[in-house]
T-cell receptor, first 114, second 111 residues
Framework: DGGITQSPKYLFRKEGQNVTLSCEQNLNHDAMYWYRQDPGQGLRLIYYSQIVNDFQKGDIAEGYSVSREKKESFPLTVTSAQKNPTAFYLC?????????????FGPGTRLTVL | GENVEQHPSTLSVQEGDSAVIKCTYSDSASNYFPWYKQELGKRPQLIIDIRSNVGEKKDQRIAVTLNKTAKHFSLHITETQPEDSAVYFCAASGGNTPLVFGKGTRLSVIA
């Protein structure tokens, strides 16, 4: 658990502003993921990356952007185009995507749009 | 793509009773099925997982069963305790695809 961190824990944003959520891991994992969690909706995949400098859209990528310049880091930007950004955001990592690969989650960032 | 359905959405049991949560999946290529537990305000944590070449797996009070023909898998918790109260998520993946999660089951164990 301690190998993947997110910051900040709580984030407040005014409408129309972009905001970037940080995710860092020291587990030497190749794959990293961003999920959005809303009450009763489970975990919905926003973006994922299997290797540095490459990433793929998940189910709800609209209004979000990511980068993967380093293996350890996978920041998520919530843009002003995201219509309802207030949610709990979870970052995760795994050795590789697919079979038998446990995903380890960060502690999450709770974003509130004022 | 894969679709995972999870039932029930809420479950209340008396302490000491058993709890069962069921999931179905749509993609026959899926071959990895983990279960995560998320306590209030905390991150999800893996509690047990099963692969498609195994029908059942146990770890103390927790067990998971898999029926590939019917495309469903279940979590069984025996002798429930108050600390088992949490939200439980099932998930499925296959090949080189990310996990797809169910919507979760909120389990309440009543002392």
């Amino acid at each position: 658990d301690g190998g993947i961190t997110q910051s900040p824990k709580y984030l407040f944003r005014k409408e129309g502003q972009n905001v970037t959520l940080s995710c860092e891991q020291n587990l030497n994992h190749d794959a990293m993921y961003w999920y959005r969690q809303d009450p009763g909706q489970g975990l919905r995949l926003i973006y994922y990356s299997q290797i540095v400098n490459d990433f793929q859209k998940g189910d709800i990528a609209e209004g979000y952007s990511v980068s993967r310049e380093k293996k350890e880091s996978f920041p998520l930007t919530v843009t002003s185009a995201q219509k309802n950004p207030t949610a709990f955001y979870l970052c995760a990592s795994s050795t590789v995507t697919g079979i038998g690969n446990e995903q380890f989650f960060g502690p999450g960032t709770r974003l509130t749009v004022l | 793509g894969e679709n995972v359905e999870q039932h029930p959405s809420t479950l209340s049991v008396q302490e000491g009773d058993s709890a069962v949560i069921k999931c179905t999946y749509s993609d026959s290529a899926s071959n990895y099925f983990p279960w995560y537990k998320q306590e209030l305000g905390k991150r999800p944590q893996l509690i047990i997982d099963i692969r498609s070449n195994v029908g059942e797996k146990k770890d103390q009070r927790i067990a998971v069963t898999l029926n590939k023909t019917a495309k469903h898998f279940s979590l069984h918790i025996t002798e429930t305790q108050p600390e088992d109260s949490a939200v439980y998520f099932c998930a499925a993946s296959g090949g080189n695809t990310p996990l797809v999660f169910g919507k979760g089951t909120r389990l309440s164990v009543i002392a």
